[in-house]
């Protein structure tokens, strides 16, 4: 049985089977409704429900409660057709020219960036031609057939440069998790990896004019120094301010890059912040920057985000006070607010 759906206020339609989840089948239609991790965890997939009804599969309470499922919202990673749909969702696009494609990668380099930080560079084959988005993202296909999932750090065009044809990802070390102690141990330069991607509908609307917040926790800079570099190759000058939020200052670790693009770039300007700075009196060389949430420099530096657009990347809280703040306290409208959560195999079963 195959029902209807119409996304509002686009004005969008796709067909669907019953068994299919929303997500799925937009995606398979070439209609890019938001999303993170699809596996019911996050909320970044969450759109309101106008008219039909939907079966929902295993998902979180943090990302739909029974009060909000109650409210008419919907997961579209996990909720099923019942009937004829019509769901109002203002962040669609085109995917454009870019399917997923899965492939074979060699690792050409790792790179420890910060204790707990590695940058792991991919060649990619020849023979295949993958194309992306700044602020996409891939996943490794592991030997068991679990996933995991990483964004680009390169632009497109860089994926190139100096002849390589390459992908540049930052990986976070998580104790005990079985892709990431593989990276900061067993894993060597040669080692073949199979990937698919690209996936996300995180990425620079390059049809606005408007003021750009860029923000970022811990490894969520990836697909963030992905979009600056393209914004840059393409000559974007949209005023854009990056903000950068660590624990410490050895967490910082691409901070001189993200200076020598502030100082290259006259649209771009670069705020970090730390959360845990060491008191100025027992530190040999103490952080005389900014400190605190991140998400609250933005609010202390912009209290009026009604004309901007801001991308957000990294710690799934982080991500969701910066929404809700953000559009309670600063006007900033919520179809103009973009996500990307960096949601962990542990986050997706801790609710």
């Known amino acids: 049985m195959s029902f209807n759906v119409s996304i509002q206020p686009s004005g969008r339609e796709f067909s669907m089977q019953r068994d299919e989840t929303v997500l799925s089948a937009a995606l398979n239609a070439g209609i890019g409704l938001p999303y993170g991790c699809k596996d019911g965890a996050c909320g970044s997939c969450k759109c309101k429900l106008v008219e039909g009804r939907v079966i929902h599969g295993a998902h979180q309470a943090k990302a739909l409660s029974a009060a909000e499922e109650e409210a008419g919202w919907l997961l579209t990673c996990c909720a099923t057709p019942q009937s004829d749909l019509v769901i109002e969702a203002r962040q669609v696009v085109g995917l454009g020219d870019h399917p997923a494609i899965k492939m074979p990668t060699r690792v050409t380099s790792l790179t420890k960036a910060a204790p707990d930080v590695m940058v792991l560079r991919l060649q990619l084959p020849a023979t295949h031609q993958f194309g992306f988005r700044a602020g996409q993202y891939i996943e490794f296909i592991l030997k068991d057939?679990?996933?995991?999932?990483?964004?680009?750090?390169?632009?497109?065009?860089?994926?190139?440069?100096?002849?390589?044809?390459?992908?540049?990802?930052?990986?976070?070390?998580?104790?005990?998790?079985?892709?990431?102690?593989?990276v900061f141990g067993g894993m060597r330069e040669k080692e073949i990896l199979r990937v698919?991607?690209?996936?996300?509908?995180?990425?620079l609307r390059e049809d606005s004019e408007r003021p750009v917040v860029l923000l970022a926790s811990g490894t969520g800079l990836a697909p963030i120094k992905a979009i600056v570099e393209h914004m840059r190759f393409k000559g974007l000058t949209r005023p854009t301010t990056l903000y950068w939020g660590c624990r410490r200052?050895?967490?910082?670790?691409?901070?001189?890059?993200?200076?020598?693009q502030a100082a290259e770039l006259?649209?771009?300007?670069?705020?970090?912040?730390?959360?845990?700075?060491?008191?100025?009196?027992?530190?040999?060389?103490?952080?005389?920057?900014?400190?605190?949430?991140?998400?609250?420099?933005?609010?202390?530096?912009?209290?009026?985000?009604?004309?901007?657009?801001?991308?957000?990347?990294?710690?799934?809280?982080?991500?969701?006070?910066?929404?809700?703040?953000?559009?309670a306290q600063a006007g900033l409208p919520d179809e103009f607010f973009y996500a990307d959560a960096f949601t962990s195999e542990a986050d997706k079963h801790t609710d």
């Open 145 to 182: 057939g679990a996933r995991r999932s990483y964004s680009m750090a390169n632009a497109p065009h860089a994926v190139k440069d100096a002849g390589v044809n390459g992908l540049e990802l930052h990986i976070r070390h998580m104790p005990g998790g079985l892709f990431t102690d593989h």
């Open 196 to 203: 698919e991607g690209p996936f996300g509908t995180f990425f």
């Open 249 to 260: 200052r050895e967490d910082l670790y691409l901070h001189d890059w993200a200076l020598q």
């Open 266 to 327: 006259p649209w771009l300007n670069y705020v970090p912040v730390l959360s845990d700075a060491p008191h100025p009196g027992n530190d040999p060389a103490p952080w005389t920057g900014r400190t605190g949430f991140v998400h609250q420099a933005v609010l202390a530096d912009l209290p009026d985000l009604s004309g901007h657009e801001v991308y957000a990347c990294g710690a799934p809280a982080m991500v969701a006070a910066a929404r809700a703040d953000f559009t």
